[in-house]
T-cell receptor, first 118, second 108 residues
Framework: QVQLVQSGAEVKKPGASVTVSCKAS????????VHWVRQAPGQGLQWLGM???????NYPGNFRGRVTMTRDTSTATVYMELGSLRSDDTAVYFC????????????WGQGTLITVSS | EIVLTQSPGTLSLSPGERATLSCRAS???????LVWYQQKPGQAPRVLIH???SRATGIPDRFSGSGSGTDFTLTISRLEPEDFAVYFC?????????FGQGTKLEIK
């Protein structure tokens, strides 16, 4: 059973940046894509982008320039940094894995609440 | 961007009944890239159906998916108490992933 463990909740001020980590119980990241999805309170799901096993990234246009995903293979950890935070970035952020080219997310982290407030 | 619209927003049914959830796309979706998830309060989503109609590992056979083009359906043949949750559809168009807004399945 694969476990993805994310870093803890954070409170940030508008304009700041936040980095959320996602660590796999086994080094699943060497062969799987890692995606980030967020969910604002009481809302639906929004895709923030992905990083592939070679470190290549794909970000949707509405987050390009504001989000950066990186990976540390030695610690089986993926990081997602979101900058220029606004109040509407308040959400639970999930990491999830995908077997390449299957287009669905099979394992998910527990979620990390990021609150943006002045 | 492909917009997915789910209906109804809320579905009120009783255990044992059949549930039919709809996911309509703003343009044709690659059938192999249409996915359904279930989410319970305080939990991450769980994949139910991928490739429009293939059940994920460990998913009971009362869950089934169908459809093609712009219209997809998730059917739960006989509702169990643990099935009351929010359901999302998701697609990938080759460059980005989008989700529907969700259908809440509640106990009547």
């Amino acid at each position: 059973q694969v476990q993805l463990v994310q870093s803890g909740a954070e409170v940030k001020k508008p304009g700041a940046s936040v980095t959320v980590s996602c660590k796999a119980s086994a080094n699943r990241f060497t062969t799987y894509n890692v995606h980030w999805v967020r969910q604002a309170p009481g809302q639906g799901l929004q895709w923030l982008g992905m990083i592939d096993p070679s470190g290549g990234t794909n970000y949707p246009g509405n987050f390009r320039g504001r989000v950066t995903m990186t990976r540390d293979t030695s610690t089986a950890t993926v990081y997602m940094e979101l900058g220029s935070l606004r109040s509407d970035d308040t959400a639970v952020y999930f990491c999830a894995t995908e077997v390449p080219a299957t287009c669905f997310f099979d394992y998910w982290g527990q979620g990390t609440l990021i609150t943006v407030s002045s | 961007e492909i917009v997915l619209t789910q209906s109804p927003g809320t579905l009120s049914l009783s255990p044992g009944e059949r549930a039919t959830l709809s996911c309509r796309a703003s343009q044709s979706v690659i059938r192999t890239n249409l996915v359904w998830y279930q989410q319970k309060p305080g939990q991450a989503p769980r994949v139910l159906i991928h490739g429009a109609s293939s059940r994920a590992t460990g998913i009971p056979d009362r869950f089934s998916g169908s459809g093609s083009g712009t219209d997809f359906t998730l059917t739960i043949s006989r509702l169990e108490p643990e099935d009351f949750a929010v359901y999302f559809c998701q697609q990938f168009d080759g460059s980005r992933y989008t989700f529907g807004q969700g259908t809440k399945l509640e106990i009547k």
